[in-house]
């Protein structure tokens, strides 16, 4: 048993997940994950339950964990009980703790989620905003999404919605700044906040420094594909 592995049985969705798996491999036959990537969650489980600290290294610093769709279609048919799932939750929070998600490219994606949904939750108390989805980033939205982005306004009066939706009660209404620091608040005491500040610690320090990092989240703003950035001197997995 290794320190990863001890830290990893601190992580509560370790505790819901991980009972004792027989490796079947019934999660891995019905995984949609499994179908189209490299990765199996019954692999995922041996190799959590070996509790070898050099294997669940290589796993969290690599791509697989990052394939699982948190379906959990995995869960009711484990004839185990366990739920491979939560265990993949459990190792993605450990690989940003450690600051291994940036060994690989899927892990670095996470820099995208911190200052899209993350910076969102903590600025205006939502995910994503209704202007968020840029055409450019969504092509498979279609040229219908392209004229409505094009055309919110116009848009939003010709289907009778409010104009200045955020101005208005609804799903888009600016938060009360009161809840807002409420909302900070709960990041804050769930540790929330340190995982975000860890995916922007650990970039800067995979890629060599905060103007690298600001150098990537602008290749993938350009570009939309984080394996254009090239990582200096390394190899990118
Ligand atoms: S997690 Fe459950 S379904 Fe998957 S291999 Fe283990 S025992 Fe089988
Ligand atoms: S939760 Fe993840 S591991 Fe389980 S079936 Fe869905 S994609 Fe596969």
Not at 29 to 54: H, T
Not at 61 to 74: A, D, F, M, R, V
Not at 119 to 136: C, E
Request: proline share 5%; aromatic share 8%.
């Amino acid at each position: 048993m290794g320190k990863l592995y001890d830290e990893l049985t601190e992580e509560i969705e370790f505790d819901h997940g991980m009972h004792a798996c027989m490796d079947c491999g019934t999660c891995t036959a019905l995984c949609a994950a499994a179908e189209f990537y490299d990765y199996s969650p019954r692999e995922v489980m041996d190799i959590v339950q070996s509790q070898d600290d050099d294997k669940i290294r290589e796993l969290i610093s690599s791509n697989k964990i990052w394939y699982c769709g948190q379906c959990l279609s995995c869960k009711p048919r484990c004839p185990r009980g366990n739920n491979p799932g939560a265990v993949v939750l459990a190792l993605r929070r450990l690989s940003v703790k450690t600051g291994l998600f940036a060994e690989s490219e899927k892990g670095r994606q996470q820099l995208l989620a911190k200052r899209l949904f993350g910076d969102n939750m903590m600025n205006r108390g939502y995910t994503l905003l209704p202007t968020n989805p840029v055409p450019s980033h969504f092509p498979e939205l279609g040229k219908d999404w392209e004229y409505y982005h094009n055309h919110l306004a116009e848009m939003r009066e010709w289907w009778g919605v409010p104009v200045d939706l955020e101005n208005s009660p609804g799903s888009a209404r600016i938060i009360p700044e009161k809840d807002m620091e409420e909302l900070r608040a709960i990041y804050k005491a769930t540790g929330a906040v340190d995982l975000m500040n860890a995916v922007e610690d650990g970039m800067a320090k995979k890629l060599g420094g905060k103007e690298e990092v600001e150098k990537f989240w602008k290749n993938w703003q350009d570009t939309v594909d984080t394996r254009n950035y090239k990582i200096k001197g390394g190899k990118s997995k």
